[in-house]
């Protein structure tokens, strides 16, 4: 009976290190998100045009792996002539495309629908924006210095998908975490 006992436990360890063998991992090619992790400072300026009448803005963001490093969050928050507005950004990897994806979800019902393509030290995500319930082309290019400490941010927004015009500048420095309330 004892002997029975050992073969059970044996083959109950076996089989569980072979279950954790086969748990799905992130794919490496989401490690390239690691350079946006940890908390942000940002300030810029929106162009008056369709998303309202433009302005200096500042801002928070904090960017952090997510349910097991399969995908990155990014939150934040801005005030400027529009307000103050906060918003969520997921961001992941589809193996299937092999292409990155992200949505954002923003507190004045604004979201975002598109791809990421990251080279080198520049970040580009396209896609559809909606904001009070119209469709726009939007075009949001990140360029990372090369300490990645500091990043310079240019958004430029379509009609059409054809002609293009700016819409925010800004810039992101890397700060320390902020104070715990």
Known sequence: MRRIS???LALLVSLATAMQAQAPKPDPALRK??????????EGEQVPGPLGPGGKYTGE??????????????QWAEKGAFGEVQGLEI?????????FVSNWYVSDGSRFSGTVT????TWAWA????????P??????LTFAADL?????????SVDGRTWAPIWENQWTKAEPPPKK
Do not use: C
């Open 61 to 74: 963001f904090a960017d952090r792996a997510i349910l097991g490093g399969f995908f990155y969050q990014l």
């Open 136 to 141: 726009y082309r939007l075009k949001d290019t």
């Open 33 to 42: 998100f690691s350079a946006l992790v940890g908390h942000w400072t940002i």
């Open 6 to 8: 050992v073969l059970l």
């Open 127 to 134: 896609g559809r924006y909606y904001y009070m319930g119209k």
């Open 91 to 99: 961001d992941g990897y589809d193996p299937a495309d092999m292409s």
């Open 149 to 157: 400490m500091i990043a310079t941010e240019r958004g430029e927004l």
């Open 118 to 121: 990251v080279s080198g030290n």
